[in-house]
């Protein structure tokens, strides 16, 4: 991306471009995913759970916006395209057809375990390189957690 | 899908249950594809590109979102996974990496050329089957129109 | 009602004015039982199901009115008294008293069905006399058709 | 309804309940004839009137539930199905059909007196059982005599 | 209109395009009527009327924007300018100066009547070539005949 | 409070300020609890109860602050201390530690049962000495009691 | 008052409406009062009381709204007339010309205790007549406590 | 009015201050004699001319403050007392007790015609001494014009 | 218009009427052929005028609302018809079909010049006939050249 | 200024060019000096100044905003840079430091002072030049004078 | 808290949990005592002061939540009884009955600059076990020491 | 500035205080000059570059306004009157008179780079005495270096 300068050097910019690009396909994922569910969920928890997927929806929209602008601001190109998403998403799969309530909190809670184990990472490995780029992901690793906590609560 | 009992013999739904799965994937495709965009696209008209492209996400969103739970509630799932997009999806390919504006306008002229094909052609099969089905296509085909004309005006 | 020039002929308007006139009742029914289950509901599931049945009420409201003004607008008068419900209705009826949240759960799944058959057949019948009618009953049983597939997923 | 303790004393239980069983029924019936006067009226005075009614109907909507509510959590089921506001309704018959704006003002005034009056009763009969039932009683008895005055002065 | 490409067959379009236009012009003046009323009448009626007549011109004015957008979407420019509205409006013509309430009542009747004359027409010819600019029609006549009502209804 | 003159005989000022200073105390306290479930409620009702207690609290804070200003008013101080809290709520204790979404409401149901019992006492004691302290007791008793069936019918 | 058939009895009506209009006047003239002190009122408080003037003016005219439509709804006409305030109102004289912020804040304790005083006579001898009125009374009186505490606090 | 150093000179400040003064007078007593009749009127137009009042009183109360706090502003203390109101308002008096919807608008048509003509007077007195100050008077002027209109057109 | 009594002498009217009628038909006129261009306007900055004229438009519409009610306030019919639009309207003409954007841009520095010229000299004529007139043309005009200047901006 | 035609002569357009340069200079210089208060202010009087000095603020911005553009508009190129202020604004300087509340307001009476004195003066010379450009400077001017009026109310 | 599986390691959790749990002690406490003062504080800068403490009760209340929610997600279950906030605060303890302006101000200034050396503490600790809870504590943090400035300054 | 305890030692206090002047500076110069082209820009991006400035604008006095508090907060007087602006802003000067919008861009460009640099130098120098001002400085520069993009974004 050769038109953008960025404000870090190349090194810290590959470093941080790396962990936003990763970031920013899980995410995008975690929204794609969540409406799956949303949509094909069934069970007597079924109104709870499909409302609390439209919340999980909408702050994985959001916060993937966030995360890809973040990555061109610093001269990394986003790359947010379906076939992207399919091969290199760190969430487990999710099966096509209906899907019972609790196999849909099970899977949020595998889903969440795994996206906030990589963030985690991304947030120890920015923290040089950009500490702004770091704030970013701290923001989103704390209201994913969140999260986290409220699918396993209601499997406790 | 044997939970939910589908308003619609088992031949009426089997066809608007086809539409609607594609025009589903379409729009979560234009969605992620109208985001790529957003995030890449440089050139004298990057603002106002950038900023056209979040009301084609919006749209897209919302439609799909109204595609999906129109098939549910004819008792056929939904499927809006990445990988379904993937490999799936009408909408011709774009490149990974900044996008000119000239090229991001020829891009969703070409998009929208080709899902209005697709739209008109499920439009058609769904008037007997199911009107209700029909109802739903037309009102998302004419917003697509509008926005078709939007980019052609662009370029014109 | 000899005040309203219809815009139709009398053959249309006494096809398309029972039609009306039929989902008028059924949706204000549709009202009065979701509030009666709004009150007397219990179990565990009593806050999700008195919270969704508001949901109910608040739709069945606002289209009793469009239908009923949309009778009058081609000159047949919209009978929506308390009688005219409770002899020409068409839901299966509700008892006094308690209900088990999965006894309502039932019974609007029942309701649905019902309801959403009888609207289907206006939509066929209304069809040639008076497609501006016919649009206005195929919206609303879009809606139903959802809220038919979300009780049947509460209990799938 | 053995589910839900009462804050009250049998006895009190029983009085407060009638009198608030009795004011859903009215309540609910003035929101029905409202919408029937709503889409019926013609005269001169139409448009004035038919904004009005919705006011009326508003009214009684808000407050029938917060009634039904009310018996609910003093331990006694409420009744709203058409069948019983049909027979208990203390409101005056309203005629299928047209009505001119003249006769439905006279209408309204006249349910106005009646329901007033039965209100009066039950707050005089709730005073000493519960003055927790009373009070709602009187604050939507203040309401239906400000509409009262309104409805009277259009023919003073 | 060359550098737009219609979705529809040139047959299509030029049938389509000729609907949208005649709606296009039928409601540019039904607006500029509308506000010439708004402004000149009086009578004992006058705040009730001047207060309806906005009202028919906001949605005048948001319709024929609708349809405008339409037409160029298929490709058609759209003609609104104050000549071919003198020239091409089906309807009635408005004297010039003060106007009474009774007569603007009068005016409106006709005028409502004459346009849904008109769409009905339109409605029936686009059917076969253009489903959605059929659909966009409908929802505008339903509206139209809805206000028809309430001006009728002033006068019976 | 020799500051503020009140509107009140000394024994008046006495009576009424006992109970505001009661119904207080139970309030706050109320806010502190419905927040500590809030937090530590688990189970498969967990979001549904989690937004429940939510709205608890958010009563227990605005009618905490109208009985505090209320007592203020009539010249006696207000006391809302923690430690005061503690010594003297008339609310059941509560455990440390998570809380199952069963446990959450039948404690819940005992402390409303407990705090109505109070408020009603206090209206009771208000009725001669102060009708306007009486009146802003019944209203909250009413909000209380409504809460309390709300609980109760989950149980149920 | 012949045209408005009032739901209380003549000696009912008489009380009642002999409290009404004390407490209109009353009011209107708070607001006026409330008003005149917004204006002229200077010292090193001059914002703090400018602001809190305009809040005892919104109250005042929103109550004085009520207490006069709860008059003309029983069937005594309102008068509000300035010639009827100069001569009736309770409240103390406030001087022409500029006020200090001292003085305000006097004024205003003496206003507030005047006239706390006449609505607690009020309360009082409309508790049999109509509890209906007397309800409206105790609302208000209780927020202009609330505001009589506030002035005093601020010269304590 | 010591404190305050006018922008004017001492003859320019006595000419404007005494227009600000006499507008100040007539507009308040513009609000008191509208809301009078809001709430006395009655007659087939009763509603109408009842919100058509509220719409007079909300304009009087917004510009007599303007211009009240335009008159200190120049330093000339103002007076809006009741007795003021009394004594020196332009407006013809108005009767006690309930007043036919025909004769209110002839007070009000009445009451515009004197207002507007004061308001001239000082429109052409303050050129000279105080554009500001005849600015805001032509801006309370045009809006008072408006009603003045408005009244006559519903007796022409 | 012998029902409305004119604030205004004879003379005085028909000059400031004649600057009003010419006004409002210049800003009908703006406001067709800004939704004329809106709709038919193509090229590079297509998206960027299409909005801009919206705003154009928006204005148009309040201020020839404005400057009509004016007219009437004074005594003179309003004529904003199309015809009466079509024949003394002093923008310049505008061509039927698709129009690029640079050739809008000049259209409509062309027009606002225009209109820009003759509200000048009636800015001047209304100075002593009625100031009231004059500030109202003050006002609409302020704003025309500041619009006036970002289309310049647009080709500079 | 080249690219901009003027609605002005050459002459016309000096005077009002400098008239609008000057007060754009003192109003920038009153929202920065109006910060620098906001932010260094201390004493007993902090939070009513602090708060007060940011709706001086607001208003400056707002004002030096029309303004600027009305400069523009009328072919004068705005200055507004911070060198521009720090030399040609009219306003007394303000000590770096912290600043006490009675400073502070007596600061703001000096600059209030200033620039009414320098508006009044711009009034006087633009109003045969440009009677559009007076209008902006009166009104502005009338909250200048507005502000003045409290600050020194405050002192008083 | 054995149903919530941390992000954290158990050393991590204990000291995250443990600072999260001397926060939120913290915070209610400053929610309570700041509720405590608005109601019996007393002095000439009453109102302001009133005021200002909501805005930091509204601020306690927010961030306790916050960091209540925070602990739970770590799997720390939260405590917040009353006898924990009695027996654990940090704040100095604040008198019973009316306290005077000056020594809320006091208290306040007192309240924050304990509080604040607490969270200072606390960011430290937090940093290496978890960057995500230093990053709420540093938040919180900085609005705290807005706020004691705000205090500080009212002194000063 | 002695009035205020700093939670900080004077060491870090000298640190951080320099570091927020600095940027205090930088960020209300950015504001200055936002506006300055916002009113002298011309060409034909001139309507998207007039609104992006006024975002640019609009963030650069939020942003200023928390670092100048944050300065205030931690004990450092905040200094932000013109001439400290003109005399030690980092931004690159601006001319006056009209810019075309390719130099605004370029200009803008040039500003952010700049700033960007010398916020990275500040966050780096902030971390260890005071990481709560550090963090601040982080939010800020995310949003700068977002800005940053976009404006070349629009070059590229």
Chains 1, 2, 3, 4, 5, 6, 7, 8, 9, 10, 11, 12 share one sequence.
Request: charged content about 25%; glycine content about 8%.
């Amino acid at each position: 991306m050769t038109t953008i300068k960025s404000p870090l050097s190349k090194e810290a910019r590959e470093v941080a471009g790396k962990a936003l690009q990763g970031a920013l396909v899980d995410l995008l994922d975690l929204a794609l995913v969540g409406k799956q569910a949303h949509w094909n969920v069934y069970g007597r928890h079924f109104r709870s759970i499909h409302l609390q997927l439209d919340e999980v929806v909408a702050f994985a929209r959001t916060s993937s916006d966030t995360v890809a602008e973040r990555a061109v601001a610093i001269g990394v190109a986003a790359d947010g395209r379906a076939s992207t998403i399919a091969e290199t998403s760190g969430l487990p799969p999710i099966d096509a057809g209906q899907l019972s309530d609790d196999d849909v909190v099970k899977l949020f809670i595998d889903a969440f375990g795994t996206i906030i184990g990589r963030m985690r990472e991304r947030i120890d490995v920015t923290a040089d390189p950009d500490p702004v780029t770091q704030d970013v992901l701290i923001g989103i690793t704390s209201e994913l957690e969140k999260q986290y906590w409220m699918f396993q609560a209601e499997l406790a």
